[in-house]
């Protein structure tokens, strides 16, 4: 792998746990609002899938080795076995999808970038709302009023912003010659 998309899965890391702490604490749920999966969803438009994957390992790596990355500033391997540890796993298969679905569609416009950002969002609740009811025994009720109900209209905005940002970051880069970092 060139040292470009190196470089660039490198600071994808890096700005998923910047946007990590940006987290806001719910009181009726285990489950915290946060910004983290606005670097995931980017990192699955701009880099594709298979550095879009390396770049999650990394992250889930980094912080299960217990550097502080993920929400309020926590890690440990308990983040990823705990209640909302699912949430995290769900970035692996939501990056994959998300890559293979802008390699297969290719193209800078928004509509098309938005709509690759839906089914990762699906697979993150997926993935968190089976680990959080399994760990907490809740029920699918529960599940759904705890775990992805309250976080369904921010996650809404965080999908039109990801577009936003990588048409824009897309055409950008294009511009100025760099778009071989992408997928």
Known sequence: MPLSKLTACAMFVALIAVLAQIAIPLPFSPVPFTGQVVGVLL???????????????????????????????????????????????????????TGLLMKKFQTTRYRYNAAALFPA??????????????????????????????FIPFDIIKIFLAAALSVQIKKSLQHNGLGHILN
């Open 121 to 150: 969002i699906f697979i993150i609740y997926l993935s968190g709302a089976l680990q959080l009811g399994c760990l907490m025994q809740y029920s699918i009720k529960q599940v759904l009023l705890v775990g992805v109900l309250p």
């Open 43 to 97: 990192a699955g438009t701009l880099l594709g899938p298979r550095s879009g994957l390396l770049t999650i390992t990394a992250y889930l790596l980094l912080g299960a080795a217990g550097a502080p990355v993920f929400s309020l500033a926590r890690g440990g391997i308990y983040m990823l076995t705990g209640p909302t540890g699912g949430y995290l796993w769900g970035f692996i298969p939501a990056v994959l999808i």
